[in-house]
């Protein structure tokens, strides 16, 4: 089941702040947050596991509610480099390659 | 160190025909994964190999398969291609243990015609 990622675009100006939601019908082991700039591969940001762990950028920040089974991206004091698509992959145990990717936020920053 | 490499980037093929693409992990790598990226979508799971094993499959038709070889390259091959195969064909290699970093190739660009 694929993840439900909200809003599907944002713009934004520099130095504005942005929340990007993550949500799965089903229990989650792990949520992944990776970012695509146009014409690039997806780059990733962090993860968060059950249970607290994260692992990844020291400027991102974001939330893993594992009882309503959601995730929160939080990027403060957007920089035009933030600019791209953000995706979120929800892993439901197990490998690498058991993530399914929502359909990705659009988020434009302008100056 | 390199990145993954994904060969080649751009590829134009008729309906009916099939395709091979091919995915260099970055060394050391010994997962593969595969996504099928279109507008709208966001990157689909189609499958993914580790040391030679497929350990893991999306829900994609049985005209998608891959494998994968001793140097942990990856080959993923398409038949009968279809008009809604046109898309782009990204890579993730990652060490295999779970919840790690993967790292994307740049992708093939697909189109059938």
């Known amino acids: 089941q694929q993840p439900v990622q909200s809003p599907q675009a944002v713009i934004l100006r520099e130095g504005e702040d942005a929340v990007i939601n993550c949500s799965s019908s089903k229990a989650l082991y792990s949520v992944h947050w990776y970012r695509q700039k146009h014409g690039e591969a997806p780059v990733f940001l962090m993860i968060?596991?059950?249970?607290?762990e994260q692992k990844g950028h020291d400027k991102i920040s974001a939330s893993f509610n594992e009882k309503k089974q959601q995730s929160s991206l939080y990027l403060t004091a957007s920089q035009l480099s933030y600019s791209g698509t953000y995706f979120c992959g929800t892993g439901l145990g197990g490998s690498q390659g058991n993530l399914i990717f929502g359909k990705g936020t659009k988020l434009s920053v302008k100056p | 160190k390199a990145g993954v490499t994904q060969t080649p980037r751009y590829l134009i093929k008729t309906r009916g025909q099939q395709v091979t693409l091919s995915c260099s992990p970055i060394?050391?790598?010994?997962?593969v994964s595969w996504y099928q990226q279109t507008p709208g979508q966001g990157l689909q799971f189609l499958f993914e190999y580790f040391s030679e094993t497929q350990r893991n499959k999306g829900n994609f038709p049985g005209r998608f398969s891959g494998r994968q070889f001793s140097n942990s390259r990856s080959e993923m091959n398409v038949s009968t291609l279809e008009l809604g195969d046109s898309a782009l064909y990204l890579c993730a290699s990652s060490g295999g243990q779970p919840n790690t970093e993967a790292f994307f190739g740049q992708g093939t660009r697909l189109t059938v015609v």
């Open positions: 968060l596991l059950k249970g607290g």
């Open positions: 060394s050391g790598h010994r997962s």
